[in-house]
């Protein structure tokens, strides 16, 4: 009888020890899921700045984003978020949306880079994507810049005093037709197409290689052209075609809407001055008489 009961208290004690081990277990493999999700959804929601005042160069207001309306409810999403973080200087952000490919990442990037000349900071993006316990994603995105912030204000106040005498100008023409060649004709005026090395080119891929020095290549006339046009409040964007081997045939330029119908202009082709004066071979051309010497990009406006 003793040995039954000297078993049964050990068979007790074992039972009682490995409950306690169980519940030990159970008590940290809960505080690590809890750590870990908290890790995972600690993620901040990029917001707009309440105050215009609160951004330190541009505010990305009252800006036609064309391009932002052909993505999807997701990349819209994302489209935002990256805009915000690069208007805010941040160095990362987690996005909100899961399972967006490398290809969808790439067409919000571009499109924001179409549709904000005035973000002529972002350089590039990196994506980083984390599981966690198989269950949770989240996507980090890290941003790089062309300029620091210190820089952009810099430039900024350099570049301000050239673009706010074109548009200062521009708003006393009589009509949007006026409007639209004065902005066309100025930009010539101020700058000469830079042929640049293949180290050079991104010292003019925005808008502040044709207010600052006026020596510029076709994105700059494009980005300078959008960025006015936005502060005028008449719809823009900017076309292009990438599809080049060569990259150095890539080009750049813009559509305009004019009383309810969209037009051509490149800038950059009629920047040559003859005996009569500027040219207008491309100025407020439509699409079957555009498009015989150049690339239609695809999802571009159509009357």
């Known amino acids: 009888m003793r040995e039954s009961k000297r078993g049964e208290n050990v068979k007790g004690k074992v039972i009682d ?3 306690t081990i169980v519940c030990i277990a159970s008590i940290i493999w809960g505080m690590y899921l809890c750590f870990f999700y908290k890790v995972a959804d600690k993620t ?3 917001e707009a700045y309440a105050n215009i005042e609160d951004y330190p160069v541009y505010d990305g207001r009252n800006v036609y984003e064309y391009w932002k309306t052909t993505l999807n409810e997701d990349q819209q999403i994302l489209y935002e978020e990256m805009k915000e973080s690069y208007l805010q200087f941040r160095d990362t952000f987690s996005t909100q949306i ?3 490919s490398p290809n969808e990442f790439n067409n919000v990037y571009r499109a924001i880079y179409l549709d904000h000349p005035e973000i002529f ?3 590039s993006y990196l994506t980083i994507k984390t599981l966690t316990n198989n269950v949770n994603t989240n996507r980090e995105i890290d941003l790089y810049y062309s300029h620091s912030l210190e820089e952009a204000k810099e430039i900024k106040s350099r570049i301000e005093v050239k673009y706010n005498e074109i548009i200062e100008e521009a708003k006393k023409q009589d009509n949007d037709f006026k409007k639209i060649k004065y902005v066309h004709d100025k930009l010539i005026e101020i700058s000469q197409y830079h042929d640049y090395t293949e180290e050079e080119i991104s010292q003019y891929q925005s808008i502040v290689s044709i207010f600052e020095t006026g020596n510029t290549v076709c994105a700059g006339y494009a980005y300078g052209f959008k960025f ?3 502060q005028l409040g ?7 075609d990438i599809s080049n081997e060569d990259t150095s045939k890539n080009h750049i330029w813009n559509m305009v809407e004019l009383y309810g119908k969209w037009y051509n202009l490149d800038i950059t082709w009629d920047n040559k001055k003859d005996s009569e004066g500027i040219i207008y071979d491309y100025f407020l051309k439509d699409n079957d008489e555009f498009y015989t010497n150049h690339r239609m990009q695809y999802g571009i406006p159509t009357n």
């Open 17 to 19: 020890i490995v409950a």
């Open 44 to 46: 901040e929601v990029v």
């Open 98 to 100: 899961d399972n967006i």
């Open 121 to 123: 900071w972002m350089d």
């Open 228 to 230: 006015i046009m936005d």
């Open 234 to 240: 008449i719809k823009t964007i900017c076309t292009h």
